[in-house]
């Protein structure tokens, strides 16, 4: 993410989702709407995005090396921001996504239908000799499932 004290940013970041047959995917998204604004008080200005305010659950998460996650959907909706390490993840269209530290992902898969060879929303995990260290927002409210990319702007 790049910007100037008049150009907006452009943040970009991996959205998983679920077409209309049940199959997981990733696409390259970006987040555009940013505007100046201060934080409060005496702060200068700084560019921000608000794409929600509503009930979220923060989590901190560690994944061992070696770690992985057989297939499964996300919980809930959710941004994921790997702090250290490296992970990955593999959705049921075969396209597979290795994100390091600052990288962003939005995982979204719910209501995938599992495929012939047992597969259904997505396989996740560590990469190389490294722990991944995850913040994970989970977004709690059911009115962000099935939210398909570009839905953010």
């Not at 390259?28 to 305010?53: V, Y």
């Not at 560690?62 to 959710?78: A, C």
């Not at 047992?118 to 939210?147: N, P």
Request: hydrophobic residues 35%; negative net charge; glycine residues 10%.
């Amino acid at each position: 993410m790049t910007s100037s004290a008049d150009t907006p940013p452009v943040l970009a970041y991996w959205h998983v989702w679920t077409d209309q047959y049940g199959v997981s995917h990733q696409t390259r998204c970006k987040l555009t709407e940013f505007a100046q604004e201060s934080m409060g008080g005496d702060a200068a200005p700084q560019w921000n995005n608000h794409i929600f305010s509503e009930q979220t659950k923060v989590i901190f998460a560690e994944l061992p090396v070696g770690w992985v996650g057989e297939w499964h959907e996300n919980p809930k909706p959710q941004w994921i921001i790997p702090l250290s390490g490296t992970w990955f993840v593999e959705t049921m269209d075969g396209t597979r996504v290795e994100m390091g530290t600052g990288e962003i992902s939005f995982g979204a898969d719910q209501k995938t239908i599992p495929d012939t060879e047992g597969r259904q929303g997505h396989l996740s995990g560590t990469v190389g000799d490294q722990t991944a260290k995850l913040m994970i927002v989970q977004l709690t409210e059911d009115r962000w499932i099935g939210l398909q990319p570009g839905d953010w702007n």
